[in-house]
C-alpha cells in the first residue's frame, strides 16, 4: 500500500541543523513531486518545499529561502525525499509533513498534493 514516513524530528536548538527523511513507496513517485509542509501549534498549513518529480527545480517559502535544502532520490521501489535545514529558529518549530502530487512539476497548493505522510514533530528551542 501507498506509504510516506517521515523521520528525523526531535528538539534542537536555534542555530542548529536537522535533516529530514520520507521514504515514499506503494505508487510510481518518480512521476510525483514532493513536498515538506508544516503546521505550526495554531497556524495554518504551510509549504516549506518542493520539488519537481525529475528533481530539476524546486520552490521554497520565503520563511525557509537559504536556510532549506529539499533533494529526492527516486530508488527503484522507494523515492527518498529530504529536507535540510540550517540556522534553525523557533519559528520553525511544527509538525512537518511529507506530501507527494501527480502534478509532476506544478504543485504548489494543498489540495494539489494526493497523499501525505502523518507528520513529524520539530520543536527549535531558543
Known amino acids: 500500500q501507498v506509504q510516506l514516513v517521515e523521520s528525523g524530528g526531535g528538539f534542537m536548538q536555534a542555530g542548529g541543523s536537522l535533516r529530514l527523511t520520507c521514504a515514499a513507496s506503494g505508487a510510481t513517485f518518480k512521476n510525483y513531486a514532493m513536498a515538506w509542509f508544516r503546521q505550526a501549534p495554531g497556524k495554518d498549513l504551510e509549504l516549506v518545499a518542493r520539488?519537481?518529480?525529475?528533481?530539476?527545480?524546486?520552490?521554497?517559502a520565503n520563511s525557509v529561502k537559504g536556510r532549506v535544502t529539499i533533494s529526492r532520490h527516486n530508488a527503484p521501489n522507494t523515492v527518498w525525499v529530504w529536507l535540510l535545514m540550517n540556522s534553525l529558529q523557533p519559528e520553525d518549530t511544527a509538525v512537518y509533513y511529507c506530501a507527494a502530487s501527480r502534478l509532476a512539476a506544478r504543485a504548489l497548493l494543498q489540495d494539489e498534493f494526493d497523499y501525505w505522510g502523518r507528520g513529524t514533530q520539530v520543536t527549535v528551542s531558543s
Open positions: 520539488i519537481t518529480a525529475s528533481g530539476d527545480s524546486t520552490f521554497y
